[in-house]
């Protein structure tokens, strides 16, 4: 599949007439070919007004249909091979076998949801049947479903160029939900996203999905991205990336005649919580894992642990120790982008020259342009809870540890924590009064609580939580991943003395689909 620099609307493709813009190779900062035609106004009303035409019909096919295109979408994606995996490497500076684990968990989200689809239990029938003579007043017959909200804006992330990108989890879990997508494609991966772009607008095609089910636009500047928030048209909107951003398009969209809802995914830090009896039995073993996961993809990871939390301790300081040397021996690797490295070298900057402040170890000097150099950090509690700034995410492998002195120094400091994605405590049977203390306040703080683990890598499945109080995200009751992200895109409607025949099938006496409902109050299949 060749990459022509086109953006896509519908099923037309055609090149952009608002100027050139380039990828660049993340490695060297150099341009890469083609030039993409950015999108204009024009194609975003383009866009929009056929995926509104789209709407109705795209939502009243069988789950079964809509099943079928997640599928082929899924499909093309493996189809794709190394044509896909070379460009992504070439624009991101990830590791091959890295992206070739992410081009499989954007695979098995599509497939999830498509089961989703077939499961039917996504559409939350419910059917309280009339009680003519009840007494005082009779019920009328009550029956409730759930429809697509319409419309839906992706705009990709920078850190996963394809599990959060334009056949992501949002593009996903929209598209099951009965909503036709358009993708804003970042501008760090212009080439990966026409790939993938493609690979949907032929599944569209070959499923005979209706015309304007997916678009994709690119953007020169914030023009785009922000004309297509604030179309009528657009019912909802997915992001993930800086909480500047999404504090943007929360903006935006509320500013309209008529607001709707931004699910954005901005900023964690994601606390890791040493405990005293986890660190007597096992502080090797501990600092090796957390430095594994400290320099994972650079550190550019949504859930990277960028902060620590402990008691003094003899323990404490082997843990240190460990650490220490461990990151000692790390080699830096390329960050995504030329910006996304100053900006961390930047935060690195800042925690040097922070009062009371110390670097606890480096890894080995970078060789390349943009290689990030990972780095520990240790402070108290007293100089964390006086600097608010300790507390700012620097996106990349650097991270703080907070000493404090007792419990209860340890639960001021996890109260005056922003919301986060992810908590982890390290725990033995010797910690549970410890843990017993923090929990009601972690489980305020945090989408998902960790337990002897750390929080890089998401699994896609029915029970994740890939979400989190404000700033994590903009709406702490969604989650971006597993099963449960479809609701975001979801509301309910009410059926009262509908006649069976212009009844939706999920709600029909006979229930045609032989899925799962509440009836009058039990659940029931068939």
Same mark, same amino acid.
């Given at each position: 599949?060749? *990459?022509?620099?086109?953006?896509? *609307?519908?099923? %037309?493709?055609?090149?952009?007439?608002?100027?050139? $813009?380039?990828?660049?190779?993340?490695?060297?900062?150099? +341009?890469?070919?083609?030039?993409?035609?950015?999108?204009?106004?024009?194609?975003?009303?383009?866009?929009?007004?056929?995926?509104?035409?789209?709407?109705?019909?795209?939502?009243?096919?069988?789950?079964?249909?809509?099943?079928?295109?997640?599928?082929?979408?899924?499909?093309?994606?493996?189809? =794709?091979?190394?044509? =896909?995996?070379?460009? $992504?490497?070439?624009?991101?500076?990830?590791?091959?076998?890295?992206?070739?684990?992410?081009?499989?968990?954007?695979? /098995?989200?599509?497939?999830? !949801?498509?089961?989703?689809?077939?499961?039917?239990?996504?559409?939350?029938?419910?059917?309280?049947?009339?009680?003519?003579?009840? +007494?005082?007043?009779?019920?009328?017959?009550?029956?409730?479903?759930?429809?697509? @909200?319409?419309?839906?804006? @992706?705009?990709?992330?920078? /850190? !996963?160029?394809?599990?959060?990108?334009?056949?992501?989890?949002?593009?996903?879990?929209?598209?099951?939900?009965?909503?036709?997508?358009?993708?804003?494609?970042?501008?760090?991966?212009?080439?990966?996203?026409?790939?993938?772009?493609? $690979?949907?607008?032929?599944?569209?095609?070959?499923?005979?999905?209706?015309?304007?089910?997916?678009? =994709?636009? *690119?953007?020169?500047?914030?023009?785009?991205?922000?004309?297509?928030?604030?179309?009528?048209?657009?019912?909802?909107?997915?992001?993930?990336?800086?909480?500047?951003?999404?504090?943007?398009?929360?903006?935006?969209?509320?500013? %309209?005649?008529?607001?709707?809802? @931004?699910?954005?995914?901005?900023?964690?830090?994601?606390?890791?919580?040493?405990?005293?009896?986890?660190?007597?039995?096992?502080?090797?073993?501990?600092?090796?894992?957390?430095?594994?996961?400290?320099?994972?993809?650079?550190?550019?990871?949504?859930?990277?642990?960028?902060?620590?939390?402990?008691?003094?301790?003899?323990?404490?300081?082997?843990?240190?120790?460990?650490?220490?040397?461990?990151?000692?021996?790390?080699?830096?690797?390329?960050?995504?982008?030329? /910006?996304?490295?100053?900006?961390?070298?930047?935060?690195?900057?800042?925690?040097?020259?922070?009062?009371?402040?110390?670097?606890?170890?480096?890894?080995?000097?970078?060789?390349? &342009?943009?290689?990030?150099?990972?780095?520990?950090?240790?402070?108290?509690?007293?100089?964390?809870?006086?600097?608010?700034?300790?507390?700012?995410?620097?996106?990349?492998?650097?991270?703080?540890?907070? $000493?404090?002195?007792?419990?209860?120094?340890?639960?001021?400091?996890?109260?005056?924590?922003?919301?986060? #994605?992810?908590?982890?405590?390290?725990?033995?049977?010797?910690?549970?009064?410890?843990?017993?203390? =923090?929990?009601?306040?972690?489980?305020?703080?945090?989408?998902?609580?960790?337990?002897?683990? !750390?929080?890089?890598?998401?699994?896609?499945?029915?029970?994740?939580?890939?979400?989190?109080?404000?700033?994590?995200? &903009?709406?702490?009751?969604?989650?971006?991943?597993?099963?449960?992200?479809?609701?975001? !895109?979801? %509301?309910? @409607?009410?059926?009262?003395?509908?006649?069976?025949?212009?009844?939706?099938?999920? #709600?029909?006496?006979?229930?045609?689909?032989?899925?799962?409902?509440?009836?009058?109050?039990?659940?029931?299949?068939?």
């Amino acid at each position: 599949m060749q *990459i022509l620099g086109e953006t896509i *609307i519908g099923q %037309r493709t055609a090149r952009g007439q608002g100027g050139e $813009v380039f990828a660049l190779a993340a490695a060297t900062g150099e +341009q890469l070919t083609p030039a993409f035609g950015a999108s204009t106004v024009d194609d975003v009303q383009a866009a929009c007004e056929l995926a509104e035409a789209a709407f109705d019909p795209y939502r009243h096919l069988s789950d079964e249909q809509r099943a079928s295109f997640l599928d082929a979408i899924a499909q093309g994606l493996l189809d =794709l091979g190394d044509t =896909l995996t070379e460009r $992504v490497h070439l624009e991101s500076g990830l590791p091959k076998p890295r992206l070739e684990g992410e081009r499989m968990r954007t695979v /098995n989200q599509l497939k999830l !949801f498509a089961s989703l689809l077939r499961d039917g239990r996504w559409h939350g029938a419910v059917l309280d049947g009339a009680l003519p003579d009840r +007494q005082p007043l009779p019920r009328a017959d009550l029956r409730q479903r759930r429809i697509g @909200v319409g419309p839906v804006a @992706v705009f990709g992330a920078s /850190n !996963f160029p394809l599990a959060f990108s334009v056949a992501g989890g949002d593009t996903a879990s929209a598209l099951a939900a009965g909503c036709p997508v358009i993708v804003k494609a970042h501008p760090a991966h212009l080439g990966t996203s026409e790939l993938v772009g493609r $690979v949907i607008q032929k599944a569209a095609a070959d499923t005979r999905m209706p015309d304007g089910v997916f678009s =994709l636009l *690119i953007d020169k500047d914030i023009s785009v991205g922000q004309a297509l928030v604030s179309h009528p048209r657009i019912q909802a909107v997915g992001f993930t990336g800086s909480r500047r951003g999404g504090l943007a398009l929360v903006a935006a969209a509320q500013a %309209r005649p008529v607001p709707i809802p @931004v699910y954005a995914e901005m900023s964690s830090i994601n606390p890791v919580f040493l405990l005293p009896a986890a660190l007597t039995s096992r502080a090797d073993s501990i600092a090796q894992g957390f430095v594994e996961s400290l320099v994972l993809g650079a550190g550019q990871f949504c859930t990277n642990p960028g902060l620590l939390l402990a008691l003094e301790s003899d323990a404490l300081e082997r843990f240190v120790s460990a650490a220490a040397k461990a990151l000692a021996e790390k080699t830096p690797t390329t960050m995504l982008t030329p /910006n996304i490295h100053g900006a961390y070298c930047n935060g690195l900057n800042n925690l040097h020259k922070a009062a009371g402040v110390t670097l606890v170890a480096e890894g080995r000097e970078a060789e390349g &342009s943009f290689q990030a150099r990972a780095a520990f950090f240790r402070t108290d509690s007293a100089t964390f809870l006086a600097n608010p700034a300790l507390e700012d995410e620097n996106f990349g492998p650097s991270a703080l540890l907070i $000493v404090c002195k007792d419990v209860a120094d340890l639960q001021k400091v996890a109260a005056r924590f922003d919301g986060q #994605l992810t908590v982890t405590l390290h725990y033995e049977e010797g910690d549970k009064t410890i843990a017993q203390a =923090l929990m009601p306040i972690l489980e305020r703080k945090a989408g998902r609580i960790l337990f002897n683990d !750390f929080p890089t890598g998401v699994e896609v499945s029915y029970s994740m939580v890939h979400g989190g109080p404000f700033p994590a995200t &903009s709406d702490s009751r969604s989650t971006s991943v597993g099963a449960t992200a479809i609701d975001r !895109f979801l %509301r309910p @409607v009410c059926y009262q003395n509908v006649p069976d025949s212009l009844l939706p099938p999920a #709600l029909q006496q006979g229930n045609p689909l032989h899925t799962w409902r509440l009836v009058d109050g039990q659940p029931v299949k068939d």
